[in-house]
Nanobody, 114 residues
Framework: VQLQASGGGSVQVGGSLTLSCEAS????????WGWYRQAPGKQREKVAD???????YYVDSVKGRFTISGDNAGNTGYLQMNSLKPEDTATYYC?????????WGQGTQVTVSS
C-alpha cells in the first residue's frame, strides 16, 4: 500500500486549503485516516484523525477550522483547512490504518503568510 499526499501550498492568513491522501495497492476493508504536521524545530503532532466508524479527533488548535474526512470508496482521505493562521505552517503528513497496518504518505508543505 502506498499513500500519496497532495494539496499543500502557500496561502495568506485566513485562506483555505484541502489536503488529500490517496491510498493505492491492496486495500481491503475500511480505512482510518490521520493527519500530522511538523513545523521546523518542533515535534510532529497529530492534527486530526477519523476512525473507520467516522469518529473524529482534532487537536485543540484546529478545532472549528479543520475538517477531516475519508472517502473509502475512493480510498482517499481529506483535511479541509479553513481560516489558516501562520502557526499552521508546517509539513503535513497523512497516515492510514488499513488491515491492521499503518502506512504513511510523504509530506506536503503548507505555508501561511500574513
Amino acid at each position: 500500500v502506498q499513500l500519496q499526499a497532495s494539496g499543500g501550498g502557500s496561502v495568506q492568513v485566513g485562506g483555505s486549503l484541502t489536503l488529500s491522501c490517496e491510498a493505492s495497492g491492496s486495500i481491503f476493508g475500511a480505512i482510518a485516516w490521520g493527519w500530522y504536521r511538523q513545523a521546523p524545530g518542533k515535534q510532529r503532532e497529530k492534527v486530526a484523525d477519523i476512525s473507520s466508524g467516522s469518529i473524529t479527533y482534532y487537536v485543540d488548535s484546529v478545532k472549528g477550522r479543520f475538517t477531516i474526512s475519508g472517502d473509502n470508496a475512493g480510498n482517499t482521505g481529506y483535511l479541509q483547512m479553513n481560516s489558516l493562521k501562520p502557526e499552521d505552517t508546517a509539513t503535513y503528513y497523512c497516515n492510514a490504518l488499513i488491515g491492521g497496518w499503518i502506512y504513511w504518505g510523504q509530506g506536503t508543505q503548507v505555508t501561511v503568510s500574513s
